[in-house]
């Protein structure tokens, strides 16, 4: 069983930024996917931002593309979610995954990526008008 942790979730004005860690129990090997999730007051949960250990291929929402950064510091058994220029509608629980796939994240599907085995609980954001 591999334990996720996300850290740095805050409450911010529109037009901030936002740095979320997720420090895994475990490495973060080759054929793992990582992935952002996130579900705000009212909504279903969001696929907003995934990567693919192996080559850092990434995948982003429509609704965060040019907005959200995702990376991976392996040394660290740890990824990043870099949020700029957050609007109200990004207020959310954002929590991350892990786990082994294929095709670079299942070729981006979220539908698939939502089935990966490890999870975190979660990082508060909240952003206001």
């Known amino acids: 069983q591999v334990h996720l942790v996300e850290s740095g979730g805050d409450s911010v004005q529109a037009g901030g930024s936002v740095k979320l860690s997720c420090e895994l129990s475990d490495y973060i090997y080759n054929n793992y996917c990582l992935a952002w999730f996130r579900q705000g007051p009212g909504k279903e949960r969001e696929g907003v931002a995934a990567?693919?250990?192996?080559?850092?291929?990434?995948w982003y929402s429509d609704s965060v593309k040019g907005r959200f950064t995702m990376s991976q510091e392996k040394v660290k058994n740890t990824v990043y979610l870099q949020m700029a220029m957050l609007k109200p509608e990004d207020t959310a629980m954002y929590r991350c995954?892990?786990?082994?796939?294929?095709?670079?994240?299942?070729?981006?599907?979220?539908?698939?990526?939502?089935?990966?085995?490890?999870w975190g609980h979660g990082t508060q954001v909240t952003v206001s008008s």
């Open positions: 995954a892990a786990g082994p796939s294929v095709y670079d994240c299942f070729g981006g599907s979220w539908q698939r990526i939502a089935t990966l085995p490890y």
């Open positions: 990567i693919y250990a192996d080559g850092g291929t990434h």
